[in-house]
């Protein structure tokens, strides 16, 4: 069963840094990796979409890496605004080509203004 | 474009009770899913239509919860009777089609709390 895993937890951050979050998966069998956006009481925004034969996606100031034979994807945000704080999740799809999507615990970013 | 709609927002009832919370998908999207996120954890998938057929239902607690989704369209999921460990969110999200890949809508969530 695949199990997906994401480091650290929770991150503070001051306005205008640059932040890497990281998200790692078991079995490097995917098709794609997502990753979403969850404000507090609310549901979760899909951001990117990388497909098992992409190494990246950008989006704005948003850029995912995937390294299928590693298990791990990276999602890295630039110039970092307050507007950012939100939990955010990665997950894959189960290997029978469904989108029966598999999550990680998700990482809560704060950045302080 | 109008998203996935939810009802009720919040819950709370008394374990052993029962609830049903509805979903509404976006207009044209064929497949459904119910997911449920516990407190600092990730959502899980509860079950998963295409249409009005189930595709995946494996993580199911077919002993106390159900789902239905009459005519293809909205969906209703139901747990009877509750216990304090299904406290969590219940999301419902919806995709164009089944395969992976296809982008999925999330709707606000029913916040559920058993006590």
């Known amino acids: 069963k695949q199990e997906v895993t994401q480091i650290p937890a929770a991150l503070s951050v001051p306005e205008g840094e640059n932040l890497v979050l990281n998200c790692s998966f078991t079995d490097s069998a995917i098709y794609n990796l997502q990753w979403f956006r969850q404000d507090p009481g609310k549901g979760l925004t899909s951001l990117l979409l990388?497909?098992?034969?992409?190494r990246e996606q950008t989006s704005g100031r948003l850029n995912a890496s995937l390294d299928k034979s590693s298990g791990r994807s990276t999602l890295y945000i630039a110039a970092s605004q307050p507007g950012d704080s939100a939990t955010y999740l990665c997950a894959v799809p189960d290997q029978t080509g469904a989108n029966n999507l598999f999550f990680g615990t998700g990482t809560r970013l704060t950045v302080i203004p | 474009e109008a998203g996935v709609a939810q009802s009720p927002r919040y819950k709370i009832i008394e374990k052993r009770q029962s609830v049903a919370f509805w979903c509404n998908p976006i207009s044209g999207h064929a497949t459904l899913y119910w997911y449920q996120q516990i407190l600092g954890q990730g959502p899980k998938l509860l079950i998963q239509f295409q249409n009005n057929g189930v595709v995946d239902d494996s993580q199911l607690p077919k002993d106390r919860f159900s789902a239905e989704r009459l005519k293809g369209v909205d969906s209703t999921l139901k747990i009877q009777p509750a216990k304090l460990e299904d406290s969590a969110v219940y999301l419902c999200?919806?995709?164009?089609?089944?395969?992976?890949?296809?982008?999925?809508?999330f709707g606000e969530g029913s916040w559920l709390t058993v006590v």
């Open positions: 990388i497909q098992s034969s992409q």
């Open positions: 999200a919806s995709s164009l089609e089944w395969s992976s890949g296809n982008t999925i809508y």
